[in-house]
């Protein structure tokens, strides 16, 4: 027969073994969800440039010098975030939607770069049309690539959610 006082010092070894993994538990998810959230915004900072260089693009009809920079600038700065998303301090995990999300707007984006550089460079009207149209099909695809961020933080946050769930009722059933 197991004593009370064992059977105390077992409850509150399991309660501290618990309590400990949930707060290890919080910790990830709070610092997890940083992280998340300053990914959804760069996406969706990639959605805001890729609407500014086409606007930039309507704009250098009027005044070339002057929108051709802001276009160059917004155009760097898409680059180097989607690099940073793609492969830098800020890739997540291997998940195929978003790979395959980033995939779509890396071919996108490279064949609205090669349009407008042309436009640029020949100030040929009617590629503007074409401009356009693969400007806002890169947008479209921008678009799906923070939807498919925003549900695999989502999911991420569900699943971490109920794991912690199960340690509070678990504890709740250590005490019973």
């Given at each position: 027969m197991i004593s009370i006082r064992t059977k105390v010092k077992l409850i509150t070894i399991v309660l501290s073994v618990t309590m400990i993994f949930n707060i290890f538990v919080t910790y990830y998810l709070i610092q997890d969800e940083k992280t998340d959230a300053q990914i959804i915004n760069i996406a969706g900072k990639q959605r805001m440039l890729t609407q500014k260089m086409i606007g930039e693009l309507h704009r250098m009809q009027r005044n070339k010098k002057e929108g051709e920079g802001e276009f160059l600038r917004a155009q760097g700065e898409f680059d180097r975030n989607f690099k940073r998303l793609k492969a830098g301090d800020l890739s997540v995990e291997k998940n195929e939607q978003i790979s395959g999300a980033l995939q779509e707007v890396e071919t996108s984006s490279k064949a609205f770069?090669?349009?407008?550089?042309?436009?640029?460079?020949?100030?040929?009207?009617?590629?503007?049309?074409?401009?356009?149209?693969?400007?806002?099909?890169?947008?479209?695809?921008?678009?799906?690539?923070?939807?498919?961020?925003?549900?695999?933080?989502?999911?991420?946050?569900?699943?971490?959610?109920?794991?912690?769930?199960?340690?509070?009722?678990?504890?709740?059933?250590?005490?019973?």
């Open positions: 770069d090669r349009l407008t550089f042309s436009y640029l460079d020949n100030n040929s009207d009617p590629l503007l049309e074409q401009i356009y149209i693969q400007g806002n099909k890169t947008l479209e695809l921008v678009d799906n690539t923070v939807q498919a961020y925003e549900a695999y933080a989502t999911g991420k946050r569900d699943f971490i959610n109920q794991i912690q769930l199960v340690l509070g009722l678990f504890t709740l059933f250590v005490i019973i």
